[in-house]
Every structure is written in C-alpha cells, then in structure tokens.
C-alpha cells in the first residue's frame, strides 16, 4: 500500500488502563500502543518493558480515564499502525478554592499527531469530553498547558503561578525566625505512607492547592523518578512540630560533584504553615559541602523576608502552573473562599456555551449566597462581564481584577472592577505544587 493524503474515517476509544488476561505483569496492548503514543507526542523515549507494569499500575489506581482516536488502514512503511493518532486522558482530585475542597476534572496527555492537524481531533476531544464533565457533576476541570494559545481558546485560563529560585548557601544559612520544633532526616521507607499525610493536610490549608496522584508519594520514598525505578541519591528530611506532630517534608538530591557551584536540587517540599517550611529550609541551608540549592516555590515567598540576607534569594524564572475551566460557575463560587464582604452581578461569556450565565453573588460573614439571574438586574448592585477564560484566571485570586480588566477579558464600570477586586483579590497568592 502507498501513502494517500485522502483523509480516512477516525474512531475514538476510551478505556481504563489494563493488562493482559492472565498476566497482571503485562499491561493489554491497547494501553501499551496508547502510552508509546504519549511518548511519541512529548517526544520522550519509549517506556523501557520492565516500568510498563508500576505505570499501568498507578494509572489504574489514579482512575485515569484514556481517550485514543484512531485511523485505520495506515500505509506500509506507517509507525504502529495499531497506536492512537491522537491521545486524551482525564482524572479527578480536590481542588482547595478557599472555602473548601472542590473536585476537578483533570486533563493530561494530551497530544495529536503533526500528520492529523487541522482535523478538529483536538477540538472534538476537548469540548465533548468538558461537555461530558459538566454532565458528570464536576464544577471545574484543570490542566497545566504546555502550549499556552491552544488552551485558551477552549476557555482555560492560568490561575496559579510559580517560581524558580536559587540560593546561595555558601557560610550556611542565617534565619531571622526563632527555631520552631525538629527536623530530622527521614527513613526513605517510611514516606510512602507519610507524605501524603502531610500533603493531606497542607491541602486543606492552601488556597490552589491539589490533591496529587500516587507517583508523588513513590517519588517521596526514593522509589521513583523521571521513570518507576529506585532513586539511589534522594533524601528526605521531615519536620515535626512542638507536639511531635509531622506537618512538613522536604525530598532533595544532591547534583554530582562536578556541578559548579556544588547544588542541591530540591525536588519536593510539602508543608502545612510557613513555620514547618521555613523550618525546612533552615534544615537545607545547613547541609554541609552545599553551595547553591535550587527549587520550585510560591510567587510570594515569606523565606527570603526571613534571611538574614535576602539577597542570598533569587528568583529566576515564574510560570504559569494550574489552569482551570468553570464548567459550573455558581458551584464554584459557593465553594469560593472571600476575604471581604460585598455584592455584585458577574455575567460569564464562553464562546462553548458550558458556563454562560448571569449570577447575583452576595458574601457576608466569607459566605457566598449564589443567585442564577434572567434578563432582569437587581438595582444598585455593580455589573461585570467576564470572558471564560478570565473567570478562570480570577476565581483563585492568582491574577488581579483591575489587571484582568486592563487586558479586556472583564468588563465593567471603574467601580464595578474595585468591587470585583475587593471580591476576588486575595492576600496570599494561590499556589499549587502538583503536576500532572
């Protein structure tokens, strides 16, 4: 058979991950072609056979949900022709949105085909599965957008940030903050179980964070990395507060010696209060022969407030991290934690139709009253439109009213938008160390 450019008919499949009848060790080949399709899109090698089984496990025990779109009938000299032309997958955590815990729909692996563009794959993967999702009941999806035009077009908008930071710990780290409860270098063994303890609870106190799926905990114990095999060069080191009680960790590897200057990279730091993370990094800073750590951490960042000298502190990069989708935005706003009382009428445009409406929303006391509005509008009560997207990127508060405003996707008087930014703006930026 010769190549045609004729475009053929396309099917969609979605399963769970698998493995073979009779084998729980070999995972079905319809779930091995659809992760070789992954790899191909991210450009990553192909899975080595022996971490095929640790990943199919822990998909299935994330309860992802794998979307593959295929052609059949592939010319001779085609790669696999049995793999998906285009790939999807989607799973579910709780979201902490400032009031509460809110599950949200997560999408991931998301790729197709440089040879299928232009075929709508994307578009039909995308809205039928947000379609699929609002049905389901769930009020948000997410995602972290490799590509950041594609996604907002599909209404998503980047609702938390992070930053890259360098520290010079050259002389050890001196720290204004009086020492609070002990850090000790934890038992690899042990934080499998202990770390998402600990994530639990930083969780629930943290305003964008995101529940994780099961590699995270693998990763705290050293039993994972970039690939399901054993981390000989992590450590780990666990904070315990004034009852004894674990409310932080950090994992970290030192890079090779001939890394200049000598580094230390975290790799992980989960902790439930600004205490138990200063506490941790006072514990990084006095690690012998170190000279320079690198991390991940928040936008506003109370550590280099707490040096003796801020300018060991160095950030060297933010990117956008979380980004979200309303699918139902009256549920997301009564899960919605306020810092300030107020009302006002929020009026959401979605080009998809998923969260277009018009809401009355009344907080007094941090809780919000949610009121679907028709044509008609309450008098004396400010008025805002908001594009999707825009939604997304206020809900948390990671990006502020009047600079939305500025860049055109909310719409309103000048005082509307001080109302809007009385709202929505929060003191402390959200921020969410999951990936997925």
């Known amino acids: 058979m010769t190549a045609e450019t004729t475009q053929t008919a396309l099917r969609t499949e979605r399963f769970g991950a698998g493995f073979t009848e009779g084998d729980p060790q070999r995972p079905d080949e319809r779930t091995s072609n659809w992760l070789e399709a992954v790899n191909v899109g991210f450009h990553d090698p192909n899975w080595d056979p022996a971490h095929l089984a640790s990943i199919v496990q822990a998909y299935v025990a994330?309860?992802?949900?794998?979307?593959?779109?295929?052609?059949?009938?592939?010319?001779?000299?085609?790669?696999?022709?049995?793999?998906?032309?285009?790939?999807?997958?989607?799973?579910?955590?709780?979201?902490?949105?400032?009031?509460?815990?809110?599950?949200?729909?997560?999408?991931?692996?998301?790729?197709?085909?440089?040879?299928?563009?232009?075929?709508?794959?994307?578009?039909?993967?995308?809205?039928?599965?947000?379609?699929?999702?609002?049905?389901?009941?769930?009020?948000?999806?997410?995602?972290?957008?490799?590509?950041?035009?594609?996604?907002?077009?599909?209404?998503?908008?980047?609702?938390?940030?992070?930053?890259?930071?360098e520290l010079d710990v050259r002389g050890r780290l001196e720290m204004r903050t009086a020492p609070s409860g002990t850090t000790v270098l934890a038992d690899l063994a042990r934080m499998e179980k202990l770390a998402p303890q600990v994530f639990a609870r930083h969780l629930e106190g943290t305003r964008g964070a995101l529940g994780r799926q099961v590699g995270y905990a693998k990763r705290a114990a050293g039993l994972w990395g970039d690939v399901p095999e054993k981390q000989k060069e992590v450590r780990a080191a666990v904070h315990y507060d004034a009852a004894g009680t674990p409310?932080?960790?950090?994992?970290?590897?030192?890079?090779?010696?001939?890394?200049?200057?000598?580094?230390?990279?975290?790799?992980?730091?989960?902790?439930?209060?600004?205490?138990?993370?200063?506490?941790?990094?006072?514990?990084?800073?006095?690690?012998?022969?170190?000279?320079?750590?690198?991390?991940?951490?928040?936008?506003?960042?109370?550590?280099?407030?707490?040096?003796?000298?801020?300018?060991r502190y160095r950030i060297t990069g933010v990117e956008d991290a979380l980004w979200l989708r309303a699918l139902d935005p009256a549920a997301m706003l009564r899960a919605r934690g306020f810092e300030a009382d107020g009302e006002l009428v929020l009026d959401i445009a979605d080009p998809l139709g998923l969260a277009q409406g018009r809401w009355l929303l009344q907080v007094s006391g941090s809780a919000a009253v949610v009121t679907e509005l028709g044509n008609e509008l309450p008098q004396d009560v400010p008025v805002l439109e908001a594009d999707a997207a825009a939604f997304a990127s206020l809900y948390l508060g990671g990006a502020a009213a009047s600079v939305l405003a500025s860049a055109g996707g909310i719409r309103g008087s000048a005082e509307a938008v001080r109302a809007l930014g009385r709202l929505f703006d929060v003191a402390r930026p959200p921020y969410c160390s999951t990936h997925f």
């Open 247 to 311: 409310d932080g960790y950090v994992t970290y590897r030192f890079l090779p010696w001939e890394t200049e200057p000598h580094t230390l990279k975290v790799l992980d730091l989960v902790a439930v209060d600004d205490t138990a993370r200063l506490e941790l990094w006072r514990y990084l800073g006095s690690i012998d022969l170190v000279e320079k750590i690198t991390a991940s951490a928040p936008v506003v960042d109370p550590l280099p407030w707490a040096l003796a000298d801020r300018r």
């Open 62 to 165: 994330d309860g992802r949900t794998l979307t593959g779109v295929y052609e059949d009938g592939a010319p001779e000299h085609a790669w696999n022709p049995n793999a998906p032309v285009a790939t999807y997958a989607t799973m579910s955590h709780d979201l902490n949105a400032g009031a509460g815990l809110l599950p949200a729909h997560q999408i991931t692996s998301v790729t197709v085909r440089p040879t299928h563009r232009r075929r709508r794959i994307l578009t039909n993967m995308m809205t039928e599965d947000l379609r699929s999702a609002k049905q389901g009941g769930f009020a948000v999806a997410a995602l972290f957008a490799s590509e950041a035009v594609i996604y907002g077009r599909f209404g998503f908008g980047a609702a938390t940030a992070e930053a890259m930071v």
